[in-house]
């Protein structure tokens, strides 16, 4: 029978994809569900008999080459992918954790995070004790009911560096289990789980796709762990899009050399704010004269130190709104990262939620930017920073 337009529409193309030759990148895998011949080969799927993929809020191939790329560069066993970083971040606690139990975190962390662990678990009688994980005696804080530590390699917006050994020896003493966003910098500047981290995750938002058109998180851990995430995203359902893990995959061909850079720079670059008389304070681990250098060096590799800092202004609030319009290329976004230079500002951006109390006990002042340095000519950024620095 001659088949019409409707038949020819939708079935003409399906296999355009025969030929001796193979694509040279990786396909998008754009397919929110895969065929099976017979029932006996989707049985085998689904009992992991052979390789082969059902539906793509369980997995996709996309998903599986970017699980593989970071599992080499962290040493992980398994990854998960996830819609966001916050996904990332919440379902790697959920797994964890039940009503009843306990969870210390430090005071600086990313506001989401810092939300979540404050207003939403309590709906889960889920209980959090904040600490400063750097000057606090976290020994204090263990009750027989702590489950969890939550820290970040290098917290938002502070640059703090706590000795990630040393928390996941004291964490599993209590037979606690330690998670940390290593979102600021990436496995090629620190790599948690050598140090003993039992879960890693990543807002993949920011340095692991590095070129702003990205929204996606990550989790890296042991088989166990990731399994243990794994079911409970499939419920929860923020999986990530097969383009954004193909975008991801393309973007992470390149992250080694991007830290590389991202970091060269931020050190020349937090070298001469340091100086700048507009400045009280610069807070980046790769300065000699940082409190969280020491720590830094044990924990990082290759001597890099990240394309994050944040400077605290002498003239406060108005020096902050005045920075931020005399900049010029160098734009005000509410996020990082990115190949081009950019500040933001903590208190109205990341930790908007934050009550001025908790500002104040996270030492987050109203004359503090925030900036994710980028991959320009480092003599042009120091004189767009001096130029807008002197107008302030
Ligand atoms: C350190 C850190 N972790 C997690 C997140 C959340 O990631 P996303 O915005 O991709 O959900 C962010 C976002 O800025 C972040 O900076």
């Not at 895998?29 to 009992?47: C, G, I, K, N």
């Not at 790329?69 to 990332?88: H, P, Y």
């Not at 140090?195 to 920011?206: E, N, Q, R």
């Not at 995203?233 to 975008?247: C, I, K, Q």
């Amino acid at each position: 029978m001659k088949k019409e337009f409707a038949t020819n529409l939708i079935h003409n193309g399906e296999q355009s994809q025969d030929s001796v030759s193979k694509s040279k990148t990786l396909p998008i895998f754009m397919s929110s569900v895969f065929a099976f011949d017979d029932v006996e080969t989707l049985d085998s799927v689904y009992e992991g008999q052979s390789k082969g993929y059902v539906y793509s809020r369980n997995g996709n191939p996309g998903h599986d080459a970017l699980k593989e790329i970071m599992c080499s560069i962290d040493e992980g066993e398994d990854a998960q992918v996830f819609s966001s970083g916050m996904a990332a971040v919440t379902m790697s606690i959920l797994s964890l954790v039940k009503s009843g139990d306990h969870i210390i975190a430090d005071n600086v962390l990313y506001g989401g995070t810092h939300q979540f662990l404050k207003d939403e678990l309590s709906k889960f009688n889920i209980e959090v004790t904040f600490i400063n994980v750097v000057e606090d005696n976290i020994e204090k804080y263990f009750k027989s009911n702590t489950k969890l530590v939550y820290l970040e390699t290098i917290s938002n917006p502070l640059m703090e560096v706590a000795d990630l050994t040393k928390m996941s020896k004291i964490a599993h003493l209590h037979n606690t289990k330690l998670i940390v966003d290593n979102t600021f910098s990436t496995p090629i500047i620190c790599q948690p789980l050598k140090l003993g981290v039992d879960i890693v995750v990543y807002s993949a938002t920011k340095y692991l796709c590095g070129h702003s058109d990205v929204t996606g998180g990550i989790a890296v851990s042991s088989k166990e762990f990731i399994q243990n995430i794994r079911n409970i995203s499939a419920l929860y359902g923020p999986m990530m899009s097969p383009f954004d893990s193909w975008l991801l995959v393309r973007s992470l061909r390149t992250l080694e050399l991007r830290m590389m850079q991202h970091s060269n720079n931020a050190l020349k670059l937090a070298e001469f704010l340091e100086k700048h008389e507009k400045i009280k304070n610069v807070f980046y681990p790769g300065l000699k004269s940082s409190r969280a250098n020491k720590t830094a060096i044990k924990n990082f590799t290759n001597n890099l130190f990240g394309g994050m800092m944040s400077i605290d202004l002498y003239a406060g609030e108005r020096g902050a709104y005045e920075l931020i319009k005399e900049l010029d290329s160098i734009k005000f976004v509410p996020s990082l990262a990115g190949v081009a230079t950019s500040v933001s500002y903590p208190v109205k951006t990341s930790h908007r939620a934050f009550s001025d109390q908790e500002l104040f006990k996270a030492n987050i002042s109203k004359g503090l930017i925030r900036i994710s340095t980028g991959l320009e000519n480092i003599e042009n950024l120091i004189s767009e920073f001096d130029r807008a620095l002197n107008n302030i």
